[in-house]
């Protein structure tokens, strides 16, 4: 049996990785400043050569800004990092099941949210979202840019702007999982069409009347839905 010959990790990586964790955990706040190459070698007890790469690797990836005079600052995380699309062209069964995971965690909150703070002009967009989803029967294309566009309202109407981001960071892979189950089964099946209708209604309408545990109530049952329907599907092929 032959084995890989362990690497060992660079002084400078170990203190990048230290350092960026760090960041990301929010120990480090946007804009405050680091302590200087001198105090951060004395910290760590390792050379300023050895901070100062690891300082350059992290501007690298965007997450300090180096000023010369000033000092090193940390940059805004961009959380929109965390969330890219699935895939290319194709979404595996268990890529689709792990994305209704998160889901059902950001959009049953983001129903809640979005009932508590949404204004008239937000519960417009999404009341135009529904009327678009209604005259798109038998339209997967038109279909599913409505289903999109009436979530994305949702998220944008819950007040916290990192929702908003990830949401639409996340609008191609929700896309292609909409058109997908409309393809499967919801387009396919009058019942099921009115089904989906019928339950982007009951958010809605939680959504307009401000009570935010039935928005959210009526949005995970949602979501619960359209996956089963995929499970389903998929357990038939």
Same mark, same amino acid.
Do not use: W
């Given at each position: 049996?032959?084995?890989?010959?362990?690497?060992t990790?660079?002084?400078?990586?170990?203190?990048?990785?230290?350092? !960026?964790?760090?960041?990301?955990? =929010?120990?480090?706040?946007? /804009? &405050?400043?680091? %302590?200087?190459?001198?105090? +951060? *070698?004395?910290?760590?007890?390792?050379?300023?050569?050895?901070?100062?790469?690891?300082?350059?690797?992290?501007?690298?990836?965007?997450?300090?800004?180096?000023?010369q005079?000033?000092?090193?600052f940390?940059?805004?995380?961009?959380?929109?990092?965390?969330?890219?699309?699935?895939?290319?062209?194709f979404?595996?069964?268990?890529?689709?099941?792990?994305?209704?995971?998160?889901?059902?965690?950001?959009?049953?909150?983001?129903?809640?949210?979005?009932?508590?703070?949404?204004?008239?002009?937000?519960?417009?967009?999404?009341?135009?979202a529904?009327? !678009?989803?209604?005259?798109?029967? =038998?339209?997967?294309?038109? /279909? &599913?840019k409505? %289903?999109?566009?009436?979530? +994305? *309202?949702?998220?944008?109407?819950?007040g916290?702007?990192?929702?908003?981001?990830?949401?639409?960071?996340?609008?191609?892979?929700l896309?292609?999982?909409?058109?997908?189950?409309?393809?499967?089964?919801?387009?396919?099946?009058?019942?099921?069409?009115?089904?989906?209708?019928?339950?982007?209604?009951?958010?809605?309408?939680?959504?307009?009347?401000?009570?935010?545990?039935?928005?959210?109530?009526?949005?995970?049952?949602?979501?619960?839905?359209?996956?089963?329907?995929?499970?389903?599907?998929?357990?038939?092929?």
């Amino acid at each position: 049996m032959a084995f890989k010959q362990v690497q060992t990790k660079k002084i400078s990586e170990v203190i990048r990785e230290q350092l !960026e964790e760090m960041i990301r955990k =929010g120990d480090f706040k946007p /804009g &405050e400043r680091l %302590d200087s190459v001198e105090k +951060l *070698a004395k910290e760590f007890n390792v050379s300023r050569s050895a901070v100062r790469e690891a300082l350059s690797a992290l501007r690298a990836v965007g997450l300090i800004t180096i000023r010369q005079g000033e000092g090193t600052f940390i940059n805004k995380f961009d959380f929109s990092e965390l969330i890219a699309p699935v895939a290319d062209t194709f979404i595996s069964k268990q890529e689709m099941l792990e994305l209704f995971e998160v889901r059902k965690i950001l959009e049953a909150g983001a129903a809640k949210l979005a009932a508590e703070n949404r204004t008239d002009g937000q519960l417009a967009e999404m009341k135009s979202a529904l009327v !678009e989803m209604d005259a798109a029967e =038998g339209n997967q294309d038109l /279909g &599913e840019k409505a %289903d999109v566009k009436f979530h +994305l *309202a949702i998220a944008g109407s819950s007040g916290n702007n990192l929702l908003k981001d990830m949401m639409h960071q996340m609008a191609e892979t929700l896309g292609k999982t909409m058109y997908e189950s409309r393809r499967i089964a919801l387009f396919a099946d009058q019942e099921q069409f009115h089904r989906l209708q019928v339950e982007h209604q009951a958010i809605f309408e939680a959504v307009s009347s401000r009570d935010g545990e039935e928005a959210e109530r009526a949005m995970l049952e949602h979501l619960r839905n359209v996956e089963q329907t995929l499970i389903d599907f998929h357990g038939n092929q």
